[in-house]
C-alpha cells in the first residue's frame, strides 16, 4: 500500500472514530385537522417516486430518510383530503408511516416493527431535531429542481454534482456540455463558440466516462474516446450527475469520473398526462442571422392504478453561425511570425433529438421500462481563407494563397436500452438491463481549393504593435485575382462508427440493520471503425504562370473582417471552381502518392470486450457510512490497421494486426459522515483506468522514405492503459433546503501516461520491410503524472429577507488545479498537463418570486495545454475563457411563461498561442446572440 493511500485511510478511520454517533428520525403524528385539504393525484409506483409527486402537489417538504423508501410500493391516492389522511393511504400496506417533524415538513419511517432495507437510517443524522434527518432526499414544490439538486448531492454516498432539467432551462445553453459547464470543477473545450466535450478538473475528456440512461455512450469522433456533448440537446436531458469519487458499482474507465444523463419517464411528472412545448428565436450579432429552436413533450400513464407510462420528446435547432478566425503562426522565430491568415466561417448547424421512453410497473415490486433515443448533428460549413507565408524572413517575400473549404458533416447516435427492477427477490433487489448504441460520424464533403500566387512573389511589412498583429502586403495583392491561379485540391469523405452492445446485472441484500452488500456484473462489446478516402490533385503547370485563374471563380463578399480592423479581399465560389475542374482535366493531376497516404494512413477498427464485475458493502455504523468495496475489468482488444509505404495502393485493405488483453482489480473505500445537523465529511481512496485512444491501439505503419533517413509512424496495440489512485476529501454544509455550503480536495496519481515519442532506430524492420536507419514515432507509455485540486461551492437564496429581497440569490463556485507529468523519453523535467486550466470559476446572481425568474452567470476558464511540443517555447496553449449570459423568464400563467436569453455579452473570444501569450497562432470571435421564446406547461 503506496505511504498516501494509508495516510488518507488512517486520517478517515480517525475523523470515523470521533464522529461515531447514533441517531434515529422520529416524529410526533400530526393531527388531521391542523392542517388544510389539498388535491393529489398520485398513482401507484414505487414509494421514492410517489413521495416526489406528493410533495409537489401538496406544497410541502417530505424527507426520505436514507434508503427507507427502497422495495416499496405506494398506494394510488386520487381526490382532495388533508395531507396527513392522503400520506396515510398512499403509504397503506408499506410497512412505512409519515409523521411531521415542523410546520409543513415530513419524514417517512419505518412503522415500529416493521422490516425495512438495511442501513435504511443511514443518512440519519446526529442530533436531528424532531426526528428530521440530515443527508436525505427532500422534495419540493418550490424551487424544485435546486433543491433536489442539492439533496441528491447532500445524499449522495460518494462526491457528485447534479443538474435538474429546471435548472437547465433557466441558462440559455445549447446543449448538454453547456449546461453542466455551470457546475464545480466543470469547464469545456469549445468548438465555433459552443460547447463540445466536458472537461473535468482538467483532465483529458477522454478519460471521462459518459453514460445515457444508465448505458456507456460510444463516440462518434474517430481521433479519441471523448464523447461529443454538443450532439445532444440539453432540452432531452431530465437530469444530469457528474460522479467525481467512483463507487465500485460504476465503471472504473472513470478518472475523469463520469457524466451519467437521464432522459425524462412519464413517472417524473406529477400528473397523469404532460404536455410541454417551447419556441424560441434568436438572432447573432455578428452576421445579423437568425437561429431558432422548438421541442415538445407529450407523456403520460395510463392503464389499471396507471402502472404504464410513456413519454415522447422531440427538440430541433437550427443555427447560422458565424466566425472570424485570425490564424496567426505556430513556428515563431526571434519574436517574428512565419505568416498569417484571415479565416471566415460560415456554417448552418442542426440538431435533432428524440426521445421515448416507456415503462410498465406490473406489480409492486417490479419495474419494466424501454428507454430509446436519437440524437443528430449537422453542419454545413464554408470557410475563406486569405493567407499569407512568408518564404523569406530578411527579405519578407510571402508566398499569397486564396482558400476556400467547404465542409458537410452528419453524425447520429441512436440507443436503446431495455431492463427491469424486482425487488423482494430472495429478500434483496435485482436490477437487470441490456443496450444496444451506436454513434456514426459521415462527412460527405471535405474539400479545399487553394489558389496562389508565385513562390515568394509578394512582398510584405510586419507591424507587431497592434493586436492581432499585421502581416501585410505592400500591394493589394487580394484584390487582384489576376495573380493568383490554381494550386491545388483535395476532395475527401470520411466515415467512423462505434457500435456497443452491453449489458449488466445488480443485486443488493441487506445484512441485518446496518449492512447492504452488493454485488454484479457487465459484459460490454465495443467496434470502432475509421475509414478515409481522399484525392489530391496539383497543378500541372508552373504556379503564376499557368492553369486556372482565381478571376475564373471569385467573388467579393463581405469585406471587413474583426471589425474593420483588417480588410477581407477576393474570396473563392466553391461551386464555380469545381465546375472549372471538371471542365479542364489538363489543368491539374492526381498526387498519387499524397492520395494513397491519405486515404490509408488513418483507416482503422478496433474490437473491445469488457467483461467485469464488483462487491461492494454499504456500512452504516452511528455516523460514519462506509463503502468498501473491489471491481474487476477484463480487457481483450484486437486492432485493425494498414501499412503505407511505397509498394501500397488504394484497394490494400487491413494488412497489420495487434492483439492486447490485461485483467485490473480496482479497490476502493469511500467513507461519510454526517458530523451534525447539516453537516456531511467525505473521503475516499478509489482506483480507476483510462484505456488507449483507438488510433494510438491501431498497429499502424506509415513509412515517408523522401528524405535521407527514412520517417516511419507506426501504432502500439501493446500500450497499457492509464491506471490512476485517486483521493477525494471535502466538506459540506447544507444549512436550509438547496443551500450549500462547501469545500474539497483531491489529488490523483496516473500511471502509465500515453505521450508520442520519436527516435532513430537502426535495422529494425516494420511493416515487414527492415530499414538500416529509421526515425520512428509512436505512441508510449511515459512514467507517471500527478494532479491536485481544491474546490469551493456555495449557493444559497435569501428566502429570510422580506418581500421583494427574498427572491435574490447567490451560487459560486471556483477550483484551483495543479499538476505535470514526468517521461524523461518525452522531455526532461516536468511536463504541463493537456485540458489542465488552473483555474475554473463560475458566479450567478439570481432572482426568483413573484413568477418572475432571472440570472446573470459568469462562467470562467484560464488557459490550458492543447498541443505538447519539443520544449516549453513551442507547446500551445488554448487561452482563458470568461463568457457571461443573462436569462429572463416571467410565468404570466401557470401554463405560460415567456423567456429571453443574451449569450456572450463579452464577446469572449477563443485564442491559442505558442510557449507565451504574445505568440499568437489563432484568435476567433462569435459575437453575441439574444433570443426569446415562449413555453407552455399542461
Same mark, same amino acid.
Given at each position: 500500500?503506496s505511504?498516501?493511500?494509508?495516510s488518507?485511510?488512517?486520517?478517515a478511520?480517525?475523523?470515523?472514530?470521533?464522529?461515531?454517533?447514533?441517531?434515529?428520525?422520529?416524529?410526533?403524528p400530526?393531527p388531521?385537522?391542523t392542517?388544510?385539504?389539498?388535491?393529489v393525484h398520485v398513482?401507484?409506483q414505487?414509494v421514492?417516486d410517489?413521495v416526489h409527486?406528493?410533495?409537489?402537489?401538496?406544497?410541502?417538504?417530505?424527507?426520505?430518510?436514507?434508503?427507507?423508501a427502497?422495495g416499496?410500493?405506494?398506494?394510488?391516492v386520487d381526490?382532495t383530503m388533508?395531507v396527513?389522511?392522503?400520506l396515510?393511504r398512499?403509504l397503506g400496506?408499506t410497512g412505512l408511516?409519515?409523521?411531521?417533524?415542523?410546520?409543513?415538513?415530513?419524514v417517512i419511517?419505518a412503522?415500529?416493527?416493521?422490516?425495512?432495507?438495511?442501513a435504511?437510517?443511514?443518512?440519519?443524522?446526529p442530533?436531528?431535531?424532531?426526528?428530521?434527518?440530515?443527508?436525505?432526499?427532500?422534495?419540493t414544490?418550490?424551487?424544485?429542481a435546486q433543491e433536489?439538486?442539492?439533496?441528491e448531492k447532500?445524499?449522495?454516498?460518494?462526491?457528485t454534482?447534479?443538474?435538474?432539467?429546471?435548472?437547465?432551462?433557466?441558462l440559455?445553453?445549447?446543449?448538454?456540455?453547456e449546461a453542466i459547464k455551470r457546475?464545480?470543477?466543470?469547464?469545456?473545450?469549445?468548438?465555433?463558440?459552443?460547447?463540445r466535450?466536458?472537461?473535468?478538473?482538467g483532465i483529458d475528456?477522454g478519460?471521462?466516462?459518459?453514460?445515457?440512461?444508465?448505458q456507456?455512450?460510444p463516440?462518434?469522433?474517430?481521433?479519441?474516446?471523448?464523447?461529443?456533448?454538443?450532439d445532444?440537446?440539453?432540452?432531452m436531458i431530465?437530469?444530469?450527475?457528474?460522479t467525481k469519487s467512483?463507487?465500485?458499482n460504476?465503471?472504473a474507465?472513470?478518472?475523469?469520473?463520469?457524466v451519467?444523463i437521464r432522459?425524462?419517464?412519464a413517472?417524473d411528472?406529477?400528473a397523469?398526462?404532460?404536455?410541454d412545448?417551447?419556441?424560441a428565436?434568436?438572432r447573432?450579432?455578428?452576421?445579423?442571422?437568425?437561429?431558432?429552436?422548438a421541442?415538445?413533450t407529450?407523456g403520460?400513464?395510463?392503464?389499471a392504478d396507471?402502472?404504464?407510462?410513456a413519454v415522447?420528446? #422531440?427538440?430541433?435547432?437550427r443555427?447560422n453561425?458565424e466566425s472570424?478566425n485570425y490564424q496567426?503562426s505556430?513556428?515563431?522565430?526571434?519574436?517574428?511570425?512565419?505568416?498569417?491568415?484571415?479565416r471566415?466561417?460560415?456554417l448552418t448547424?442542426t440538431?435533432l433529438?428524440?426521445?421515448?421512453?416507456?415503462d410498465w410497473h406490473?406489480?409492486?415490486?417490479?419495474?419494466?421500462y424501454l428507454r430509446?433515443?436519437y440524437?443528430?448533428?449537422?453542419?454545413?460549413?464554408?470557410r475563406?481563407?486569405?493567407?499569407?507565408a512568408i518564404?523569406?524572413?530578411?527579405?519578407m517575400?510571402?508566398?499569397?494563397?486564396?482558400? #476556400?473549404?467547404?465542409?458537410?458533416?452528419?453524425?447520429n447516435?441512436?440507443?436503446a436500452?431495455?431492463?427491469?427492477?424486482?425487488s423482494?427477490v430472495a429478500?434483496?433487489?435485482l436490477s437487470?438491463?441490456?443496450g444496444w448504441?451506436?454513434?456514426?460520424?459521415?462527412?460527405p464533403?471535405?474539400?479545399e481549393?487553394?489558389y496562389s500566387?508565385?513562390?515568394?512573389?509578394?512582398?510584405t511589412a510586419y507591424?507587431g504593435?497592434?493586436y492581432p498583429?499585421t502581416?501585410?502586403a505592400t500591394t493589394d495583392?487580394?484584390?487582384?485575382?489576376s495573380?493568383f491561379t490554381?494550386?491545388?485540391?483535395?476532395f475527401?469523405?470520411?466515415?467512423?462508427a462505434?457500435e456497443?452492445?452491453?449489458?449488466?446485472?445488480?443485486?443488493?441484500?441487506?445484512?441485518g440493520?446496518s449492512?447492504?452488500?452488493?454485488?454484479g456484473?457487465k459484459l460490454l462489446s465495443?467496434?470502432?471503425t475509421?475509414d478515409?478516402?481522399?484525392?489530391?490533385y496539383?497543378?500541372?503547370g508552373?504556379?503564376?504562370?499557368?492553369?486556372g485563374?482565381?478571376?475564373?471563380?471569385?467573388?467579393?463578399?463581405?469585406?471587413?473582417f474583426m471589425g474593420g480592423q483588417?480588410?477581407?479581399?477576393?474570396r473563392?465560389?466553391?461551386?464555380?471552381a469545381?465546375a472549372?475542374?471538371?471542365?479542364n482535366p489538363t489543368?491539374y493531376?492526381?498526387?498519387s502518392?499524397?492520395t494513397i497516404s491519405?486515404?490509408?494512413?488513418?483507416?482503422?477498427?478496433?474490437k473491445?470486450?469488457i467483461?467485469?464485475g464488483?462487491?461492494?458493502a454499504?456500512?452504516?455504523?452511528?455516523?460514519l457510512t462506509?463503502?468498501?468495496?473491489?471491481?474487476?475489468?477484463h480487457? #481483450?482488444d484486437k486492432a485493425y490497421?494498414k501499412?503505407?509505404d511505397a509498394?501500397?495502393?488504394?484497394?490494400?485493405?487491413y494488412?497489420?494486426y495487434?492483439?492486447n488483453?490485461?485483467?485490473?482489480?480496482f479497490p476502493g473505500?469511500?467513507?461519510?459522515?454526517?458530523?451534525?445537523r447539516?453537516?456531511?465529511?467525505r473521503?475516499?481512496?478509489?482506483?480507476?483506468?483510462?484505456r488507449?485512444?483507438?488510433?494510438?491501439?491501431a498497429?499502424y505503419?506509415i513509412?515517408?522514405?523522401?528524405g535521407?533517413?527514412?520517417?516511419v509512424?507506426?501504432?502500439?496495440?501493446?500500450?497499457?492503459?492509464?491506471?490512476a489512485?485517486?483521493?477525494?476529501a471535502?466538506v459540506?454544509?447544507?444549512?436550509?433546503?438547496?443551500a450549500?455550503?462547501s469545500?474539497?480536495?483531491f489529488?490523483?496519481?496516473?500511471?502509465?501516461p500515453?505521450y508520442?515519442?520519436?527516435q532513430?532506430?537502426?535495422?529494425?524492420?516494420l511493416g515487414g520491410t527492415?530499414?538500416a536507419s529509421?526515425?520512428?514515432?509512436?505512441?508510449?507509455?511515459v512514467?507517471r503524472?500527478?494532479?491536485s485540486?481544491?474546490e469551493?461551492?456555495v449557493q444559497?437564496?435569501?428566502?429570510?429577507l422580506?418581500g421583494?429581497?427574498?427572491?435574490?440569490g447567490i451560487?459560486?463556485?471556483?477550483t484551483?488545479?495543479w499538476?505535470d507529468?514526468h517521461g524523461?523519453q518525452?522531455?526532461?523535467g516536468?511536463?504541463?498537463?493537456?485540458?489542465?486550466?488552473?483555474?475554473?470559476?463560475n458566479v450567478?446572481?439570481f432572482y426568483?418570486?413573484?413568477?418572475?425568474?432571472a440570472r446573470v452567470a459568469?462562467?470562467y476558464?484560464?488557459?490550458?495545454?492543447?498541443?505538447?511540443?519539443?520544449?516549453a517555447?513551442?507547446?500551445?496553449y488554448?487561452?482563458?475563457?470568461?463568457?457571461l449570459?443573462?436569462?429572463?423568464?416571467y410565468?404570466i400563467?401557470?401554463?405560460?411563461? #415567456?423567456?429571453?436569453?443574451?449569450?456572450?455579452?463579452t464577446d469572449a473570444?477563443?485564442r491559442?498561442?505558442?510557449?507565451v501569450?504574445?505568440q499568437?497562432?489563432?484568435?476567433e470571435h462569435?459575437?453575441?446572440?439574444?433570443r426569446?421564446?415562449v413555453?407552455?406547461h399542461?
Amino acid at each position: 500500500m503506496s505511504a498516501p493511500f494509508r495516510s488518507v485511510s488512517t486520517l478517515a478511520l480517525a475523523v470515523a472514530g470521533l464522529s461515531a454517533i447514533s441517531a434515529a428520525a422520529q416524529g410526533m403524528p400530526l393531527p388531521a385537522a391542523t392542517m388544510p385539504a389539498v388535491t393529489v393525484h398520485v398513482p401507484a409506483q414505487g414509494v421514492a417516486d410517489a413521495v416526489h409527486l406528493f410533495a409537489a402537489q401538496a406544497h410541502v417538504q417530505i424527507v426520505v430518510a436514507g434508503t427507507v423508501a427502497q422495495g416499496h410500493r405506494s398506494v394510488a391516492v386520487d381526490g382532495t383530503m388533508d395531507v396527513p389522511t392522503a400520506l396515510a393511504r398512499m403509504l397503506g400496506r408499506t410497512g412505512l408511516v409519515a409523521r411531521r417533524t415542523g410546520e409543513g415538513v415530513f419524514v417517512i419511517v419505518a412503522e415500529k416493527g416493521a422490516l425495512i432495507p438495511a442501513a435504511a437510517d443511514a443518512a440519519i443524522a446526529p442530533g436531528a431535531a424532531e426526528g428530521e434527518p440530515e443527508g436525505s432526499i427532500i422534495v419540493t414544490g418550490v424551487r424544485a429542481a435546486q433543491e433536489e439538486a442539492a439533496a441528491e448531492k447532500q445524499g449522495a454516498l460518494n462526491t457528485t454534482e447534479t443538474l435538474r432539467a429546471n435548472d437547465v432551462g433557466k441558462l440559455p445553453d445549447q446543449n448538454v456540455a453547456e449546461a453542466i459547464k455551470r457546475l464545480p470543477g466543470l469547464s469545456v473545450a469549445n468548438d465555433q463558440g459552443e460547447g463540445r466535450y466536458a472537461i473535468v478538473r482538467g483532465i483529458d475528456p477522454g478519460l471521462l466516462n459518459v453514460t445515457l440512461n444508465g448505458q456507456t455512450l460510444p463516440a462518434p469522433e474517430p481521433d479519441g474516446r471523448q464523447v461529443k456533448l454538443d450532439d445532444l440537446p440539453s432540452a432531452m436531458i431530465q437530469a444530469v450527475t457528474v460522479t467525481k469519487s467512483v463507487l465500485p458499482n460504476q465503471d472504473a474507465n472513470a478518472i475523469a469520473g463520469e457524466v451519467a444523463i437521464r432522459t425524462r419517464t412519464a413517472f417524473d411528472s406529477k400528473a397523469p398526462f404532460t404536455f410541454d412545448a417551447r419556441g424560441a428565436l434568436g438572432r447573432y450579432s455578428l452576421n445579423h442571422k437568425t437561429a431558432w429552436e422548438a421541442d415538445g413533450t407529450v407523456g403520460g400513464r395510463f392503464g389499471a392504478d396507471e402502472q404504464f407510462g410513456a413519454v415522447v420528446s #422531440v427538440n430541433y435547432s437550427r443555427r447560422n453561425i458565424e466566425s472570424e478566425n485570425y490564424q496567426g503562426s505556430s513556428a515563431w522565430s526571434g519574436g517574428l511570425p512565419d505568416g498569417n491568415g484571415l479565416r471566415d466561417y460560415n456554417l448552418t448547424r442542426t440538431r435533432l433529438g428524440v426521445v421515448g421512453n416507456f415503462d410498465w410497473h406490473p406489480s409492486p415490486t417490479a419495474k419494466i421500462y424501454l428507454r430509446t433515443s436519437y440524437s443528430e448533428y449537422k453542419d454545413n460549413e464554408t470557410r475563406d481563407q486569405n493567407r499569407l507565408a512568408i518564404t523569406n524572413s530578411t527579405t519578407m517575400a510571402a508566398t499569397a494563397t486564396v482558400l #476556400v473549404r467547404r465542409r458537410i458533416e452528419n453524425d447520429n447516435t441512436r440507443s436503446a436500452t431495455l431492463g427491469g427492477e424486482f425487488s423482494e427477490v430472495a429478500g434483496g433487489t435485482l436490477s437487470l438491463s441490456g443496450g444496444w448504441t451506436r454513434a456514426v460520424k459521415n462527412d460527405p464533403l471535405r474539400s479545399e481549393f487553394t489558389y496562389s500566387t508565385a513562390k515568394g512573389g509578394v512582398t510584405t511589412a510586419y507591424n507587431g504593435s497592434t493586436y492581432p498583429y499585421t502581416l501585410a502586403a505592400t500591394t493589394d495583392v487580394f484584390n487582384t485575382p489576376s495573380a493568383f491561379t490554381f494550386s491545388k485540391v483535395n476532395f475527401e469523405t470520411r466515415h467512423a462508427a462505434e457500435e456497443i452492445w452491453q449489458g449488466r446485472i445488480d443485486y443488493t441484500h441487506p445484512v441485518g440493520e446496518s449492512m447492504t452488500l452488493a454485488v454484479g456484473a457487465k459484459l460490454l462489446s465495443r467496434d470502432k471503425t475509421d475509414d478515409h478516402d481522399r484525392q489530391d490533385y496539383k497543378t500541372t503547370g508552373k504556379i503564376g504562370k499557368t492553369g486556372g485563374a482565381l478571376s475564373d471563380v471569385d467573388y467579393t463578399g463581405d469585406t471587413s473582417f474583426m471589425g474593420g480592423q483588417f480588410p477581407f479581399g477576393t474570396r473563392i465560389d466553391y461551386s464555380a471552381a469545381k465546375a472549372w475542374f471538371d471542365a479542364n482535366p489538363t489543368q491539374y493531376a492526381l498526387d498519387s502518392s499524397g492520395t494513397i497516404s491519405d486515404s490509408l494512413s488513418s483507416d482503422y477498427r478496433v474490437k473491445e470486450d469488457i467483461v467485469a464485475g464488483y462487491a461492494m458493502a454499504t456500512i452504516k455504523t452511528g455516523a460514519l457510512t462506509l463503502v468498501p468495496g473491489v471491481r474487476m475489468e477484463h480487457t #481483450v482488444d484486437k486492432a485493425y490497421a494498414k501499412i503505407v509505404d511505397a509498394t501500397s495502393t488504394l484497394a490494400d485493405g487491413y494488412n497489420s494486426y495487434g492483439r492486447n488483453s490485461y485483467t485490473d482489480f480496482f479497490p476502493g473505500l469511500t467513507a461519510r459522515i454526517d458530523a451534525a445537523r447539516g453537516l456531511v465529511i467525505r473521503g475516499a481512496v478509489t482506483t480507476s483506468i483510462g484505456r488507449p485512444n483507438y488510433p494510438d491501439l491501431a498497429p499502424y505503419v506509415i513509412a515517408d522514405t523522401s528524405g535521407t533517413v527514412p520517417a516511419v509512424s507506426i501504432g502500439n496495440a501493446d500500450l497499457q492503459p492509464y491506471r490512476a489512485i485517486n483521493y477525494d476529501a471535502g466538506v459540506e454544509f447544507y444549512p436550509a433546503p438547496g443551500a450549500i455550503l462547501s469545500a474539497g480536495y483531491f489529488h490523483k496519481d496516473i500511471h502509465n501516461p500515453i505521450y508520442s515519442y520519436g527516435q532513430t532506430e537502426t535495422n529494425v524492420t516494420l511493416g515487414g520491410t527492415l530499414y538500416a536507419s529509421a526515425l520512428v514515432t509512436q505512441p508510449i507509455n511515459v512514467d507517471r503524472e500527478q494532479l491536485s485540486g481544491v474546490e469551493f461551492n456555495v449557493q444559497y437564496q435569501f428566502t429570510q429577507l422580506p418581500g421583494l429581497l427574498g427572491g435574490f440569490g447567490i451560487s459560486a463556485n471556483y477550483t484551483h488545479v495543479w499538476g505535470d507529468a514526468h517521461g524523461g523519453q518525452v522531455r526532461s523535467g516536468a511536463i504541463p498537463l493537456a485540458y489542465q486550466s488552473k483555474n475554473v470559476g463560475n458566479v450567478q446572481v439570481f432572482y426568483e418570486k413573484y413568477g418572475l425568474s432571472a440570472r446573470v452567470a459568469f462562467n470562467y476558464r484560464s488557459s490550458y495545454l492543447d498541443t505538447l511540443g519539443d520544449s516549453a517555447a513551442t507547446d500551445q496553449y488554448t487561452d482563458g475563457n470568461g463568457q457571461l449570459d443573462v436569462h429572463v423568464a416571467y410565468q404570466i400563467k401557470p401554463e405560460v411563461t #415567456v423567456f429571453g436569453d443574451a449569450t456572450n455579452l463579452t464577446d469572449a473570444p477563443w485564442r491559442r498561442y505558442q510557449g507565451v501569450k504574445s505568440q499568437l497562432i489563432e484568435r476567433e470571435h462569435y459575437g453575441s446572440m439574444v433570443r426569446g421564446g415562449v413555453q407552455v406547461h399542461f
